[in-house]
């Protein structure tokens, strides 16, 4: 689960992280007193979208030469005026795709004196089994150039978590950073509480893309990007109401409340499968026979035929989808169960696309006898090379 860029950095703060004084604006309304609660005479105003690069993105509905999704502006009629021109208005960068997300929300924050800008992460680092910081002096750059151009201004410092953080992990996060005298001090106290914020709140990223040293030699979280773990959320009750839906798609909201692993993609050929491993084998195919998935989609081995259901009909749900492959490999999962939904699903929504199924395993005869006798319009598969082909060409033509 995401969240933005306001609310990662109130719950920093409320571990004790220094972070700039700033309003959220929900509403058109918000905007002149949010803007005359801060001090200026500096003011960035910032798009709220659950993307990155929101600093060099364009808005769809300005000119080429319009400025982006984060605006930096010298007095308080200018920050009121850029505020009014954001709200409400779609903003493509290179992570939203061309379609853009729309600005529903801003931050107003107060301007801050920048003498360096560096980066830190923390994540969970899967080869090490740590909590691990990523720490850089280039900051305010996209991390995977740096890493490309110059890797050796990347540092990995891992964290043993029957310890947590130590004054040796500080000294090695300090020299990393190249932090000297108040900046230095500020780390001791400012690393410790990032940690704490990572574990405490169950988070998978903790992103701060600029930290920042000030003029002053104080160090400062001026960005903030946070994910949480999904599966940890029912012990993060307050944290779980910062989910903000208009920023998912439709289709994964609803495949949330059927406990359905759904992540929509850019293809025209949408898959149910049964296990992870066995949807991206699946995916991968399709690329193999020259189309593209129109979605992950893992119903699991548990699944009802309410759950089959309700995945075939978020499935025919997306306007993109030319057709449809149904992937099973009975194991825990029987197919009696999955052909079930299918026919289900079919007969409650309709099927106006080329529909191939492959089902193997546990009640595998039984599953392979409803869809048969079911009167549908079904293309049968021996294997999931020929279920592959089969899609592929039906889509095709």
Partial sequence: MNIHEYQAKKLLQSFGASVSAGVPVLSPGDIDAAVDTLPGPVYVVKSQIHAG????????????????????????????????EMLGKTLVTKQTGPAGKQVNRLYIEDGADIDRELYLSILVDRETSLFSFVASTEGGMDIETVAHDTPEKIHTIGIDALT????????????????????????????????????????SLLEVNPLVVLKDGSLRVLDAKVSFDGNAMFRQPEIA?????????????????????????????????????????????????GATPANFLDVGGGATTEK??????????????????????????????????????????????PLV???????????????????????????????????VKAVKG
Avoid at 255 to 261: G, K, M, Q, T
Avoid at 323 to 352: P, Q, Y
Avoid at 366 to 377: P, V
């Fill in 241 to 289: 109401e910062l989910r903000d839906k208009t920023e998912e798609d439709e289709k994964e909201i609803e495949a949330s409340n059927y406990d359905l692993a759904y992540i929509a993609l850019d293809g025209d050929i949408g898959c149910m499968v049964n296990g992870a491993g066995l949807a991206m084998a699946t995916m991968d195919i399709i690329k193999l026979y």
């Fill in 53 to 84: 690069g929101r600093g060099k993105g364009t808005f769809k509905e300005a000119g080429p030469d319009a400025k982006g999704g984060v605006r930096v502006c010298f007095s308080a009629d200018e920050a009121k005026e850029n505020a009014r």
């Fill in 357 to 391: 199924v492959r089902l193997e395993g546990t009640k595998v005869q039984e599953g392979k006898a409803i869809i048969n006798n079911s009167g549908l319009n079904v293309i049968a598969a021996d294997d999931l090379d020929d279920a592959a082909q089969k899609v």
């Fill in 164 to 203: 947590g953080i130590t004054g040796a992990d500080v000294d090695k996060l300090n020299a990393a950073f190249e932090l000297t005298g108040q900046a230095a001090t500020d780390g001791k106290t400012l690393f410790p509480i990032l940690y704490k914020a990572f574990v405490d709140s169950d988070m």
């Fill in 308 to 353: 089959v259901t309700a995945a075939f009909k978020i499935i025919t749900s997306d306007p993109n989808v030319k057709g449809i492959l149904v992937n099973i490999f009975g194991g825990i999962m029987r197919c009696d169960v999955i052909a079930e939904g299918v026919v289900a699903a079919i007969k409650e929504v309709g099927l106006d696309v």
